[in-house]
């Protein structure tokens, strides 16, 4: 299964008319918060409240979705399935012989406010949650994207957080300390 990932701007295009918030994930959110690339992506990710997962469907009415079921099983996901919490994952692409394009993740929400699926006691107001570019693209504010890369640290992680880590203001670095366990070795260069 290879992967295309699908550029910003048609990621933008694609997902204009979906009248629910949505921003773009992972490293590519890390360089629009740096204001530059430094680094290859595999995927593209957007992130999307559980509540309004359907609305991918609305925006790639054409497309293949396939859900990513625990512990890592791709199955189609049905037109208008609700996916249940532990399905946070699903892989879209326009055809069935084509590259997979976007990954959608999911996460939770409570009436107004983001809940994080890896820690309940980490929240945000849903309009705290991201910013937008220069070019209008909305993506996922850098401190809580770090917080989701904060588990599990890879390479990437680590240049993602360099990257970024000169653009945090000091309430974006205290949200990200707050959030963190007190053990993460990230603690100290906040």
């Not at 680094?39 to 359907?54: C, I, M, N, P, S």
Request: charged share 25%.
């Amino acid at each position: 299964m290879s992967w295309d990932p699908a550029p910003l701007p048609e990621v933008a295009r694609l997902f204009a008319g979906t009248g629910v918030p949505w921003w773009i994930a992972g490293g590519y959110a890390i360089e629009l918060a740096a204001g530059r690339a430094f680094r290859e992506h595999g995927d593209v990710d957007v992130l999307l409240l559980r509540r309004d997962q359907l609305a991918v469907q609305a925006a790639l009415p054409s497309w293949e979705w396939w859900a990513a079921d625990p512990p890592g099983t791709l199955r189609p996901w049905a037109r208008g399935e609700l996916l249940s919490t532990g399905i946070d994952d699903v892989w879209c692409r326009p055809a069935a012989a084509a590259p997979w394009r976007i990954q959608v993740m999911l996460d939770e929400a409570r009436g107004n406010e983001w809940v994080s699926r890896r820690d309940p006691a980490v929240r945000r107001p849903v309009a705290e949650l991201g910013r937008v570019s220069p070019d209008g693209v909305p993506y996922l504010a850098p401190e809580v994207q770090l917080f989701a890369k904060a588990h599990g640290t890879r390479p990437k992680d680590e240049q993602d957080f360099a990257a970024v880590l000169p653009v945090l203001d000091t309430a974006q670095r205290r949200w990200l300390a707050d959030a963190l366990e007190d053990t993460h070795p990230w603690q100290d260069r906040l």
